[in-house]
């Protein structure tokens, strides 16, 4: 159950954070590997990008890859935050005294999020070419041609075989370490010292609320280079064998950004990842913690 509730969660916070998705990844393509001041900006900020997609490609782009977000939610976040809630559970979180340990639970976050991210790889992948995919006056990256998620993981298949649907599944493994133990870190940290003060009363939805508050702010900080990286990594045009003709891996991915757009390109789509990340950081933890809640009150 710990796992299903966990993938639920997830689900239903993508439903309301997809369109971000969908205008962060197109921000962090915009100029790829060029330096500023040298390419068209299609999207000024996040705003002027969502009425830009809407008015050229239609409303219904603004939920672009909505089918493999949904799924990789279910995959990654049910595997994620199900085998934490286990850890959890299971008092491998907390010190000899009783509280809470910052260390063993960022690397339980950390653990749980390499499983989730790296079995579905395969569909984030499918996901970035879908959401990159645009009409050719606002088109940014690669594009792809793929016409829904089933004939795009076919054709990669077919192609590339099973290395080809996990191309970019290694150089995509330190963003998750690093968004996950950072997340579920400050999340439980924060959740324990609140619940220690006594600010909100106890097994209060609020404290749930305030602490993925706390913790959205910390991951868009943290994870922010590694997202560009790694949306770049799975969406550069590949060879017939299906290798990347951009970048060789997440290093080099992140030395060529900060050496042809600045540091300032490693922080591209900062603004859509903020308000894409911080309400799904804040839904979906708040959505785990209260189904959690909900379960464990009417099976005991």
Same mark, same amino acid.
């Given at each position: 159950? +710990?796992?299903?509730?966990?993938?639920?969660?997830?689900?239903?916070?993508?439903?309301?954070?997809?369109?971000?998705?969908?205008?962060?990844?197109?921000?962090?393509?915009?100029?790829?590997?060029?330096?500023?001041?040298?390419?068209?900006?299609?999207? @000024?900020?996040?705003?002027? $990008?969502?009425?830009?997609?809407?008015?050229?490609?239609?409303?219904?782009?603004?939920?672009?890859? =909505? $089918?493999?977000?949904?799924?990789?939610?279910?995959?990654?976040?049910?595997?994620?935050?199900?085998?934490?809630?286990?850890?959890?559970?299971?008092?491998?979180?907390?010190?000899?005294?009783?509280?809470?340990?910052?260390?063993?639970?960022?690397?339980?976050?950390?653990?749980?999020?390499?499983? *989730?991210?790296?079995?579905?790889?395969?569909?984030?992948?499918?996901?970035?070419?879908?959401?990159?995919?645009?009409?050719?006056?606002?088109?940014?990256?690669?594009?792809?041609?793929?016409?829904?998620?089933?004939?795009?993981?076919?054709?990669?298949?077919?192609?590339?075989?099973?290395?080809?649907?996990?191309?970019?599944?290694?150089? *995509?493994?330190?963003?998750?370490?690093?968004?996950?133990?950072?997340?579920?870190?400050?999340?439980?940290?924060?959740? &324990?010292?609140?619940?220690?003060?006594?600010?909100?009363?106890?097994?209060?939805?609020?404290?749930?609320?305030?602490?993925?508050?706390?913790?959205?702010?910390?991951?868009?900080?943290?994870?922010?280079?590694?997202?560009?990286?790694?949306?770049?990594?799975?969406?550069?045009?590949? +060879?017939?064998?299906?290798?990347?003709?951009?970048?060789?891996?997440?290093? &080099?991915? =992140?030395?060529?950004?900060?050496?042809?757009?600045?540091?300032? *390109?490693?922080?591209?789509?900062?603004?859509?990842?903020?308000? @894409?990340?911080?309400?799904?950081?804040?839904?979906?933890?708040?959505?785990? &913690?209260?189904?959690?809640?909900?379960?464990?009150?009417?099976?005991?």
């Amino acid at each position: 159950m +710990d796992f299903l509730m966990s993938g639920l969660a997830a689900c239903g916070a993508c439903v309301f954070t997809n369109p971000l998705e969908v205008v962060k990844t197109r921000m962090q393509l915009q100029g790829e590997l060029q330096a500023p001041g040298t390419y068209q900006r299609h999207y @000024r900020n996040v705003f002027h $990008a969502f009425f830009t997609i809407g008015k050229v490609d239609g409303l219904a782009a603004l939920q672009k890859g =909505l $089918a493999p977000a949904l799924l990789y939610q279910f995959l990654m976040n049910g595997i994620r935050l199900g085998t934490y809630g286990l850890a959890e559970a299971g008092g491998y979180l907390h010190t000899s005294e009783g509280n809470l340990s910052p260390s063993r639970s960022a690397v339980a976050g950390a653990l749980a999020g390499v499983m *989730g991210a790296y079995l579905g790889s395969p569909i984030y992948m499918v996901k970035t070419h879908l959401q990159a995919q645009a009409a050719s006056e606002i088109a940014v990256g690669h594009q792809y041609k793929h016409q829904g998620m089933f004939q795009a993981l076919t054709e990669i298949g077919q192609k590339h075989g099973l290395m080809g649907l996990w191309r970019g599944a290694l150089g *995509g493994l330190p963003r998750v370490v690093i968004g996950s133990s950072t997340q579920l870190c400050t999340f439980s940290s924060t959740k &324990d010292l609140l619940t220690q003060w006594e600010i909100f009363p106890p097994k209060s939805w609020k404290v749930a609320l305030a602490s993925a508050m706390v913790s959205g702010i910390a991951v868009v900080l943290a994870m922010t280079p590694f997202d560009v990286a790694c949306t770049r990594l799975y969406n550069q045009p590949t +060879d017939a064998h299906g290798k990347g003709l951009m970048y060789r891996g997440i290093m &080099d991915a =992140l030395l060529q950004t900060a050496r042809t757009e600045g540091i300032w *390109g490693m922080y591209k789509g900062l603004g859509a990842s903020y308000f @894409r990340l911080g309400p799904h950081t804040i839904l979906s933890l708040f959505f785990w &913690d209260q189904l959690r809640i909900l379960y464990y009150t009417y099976t005991k």
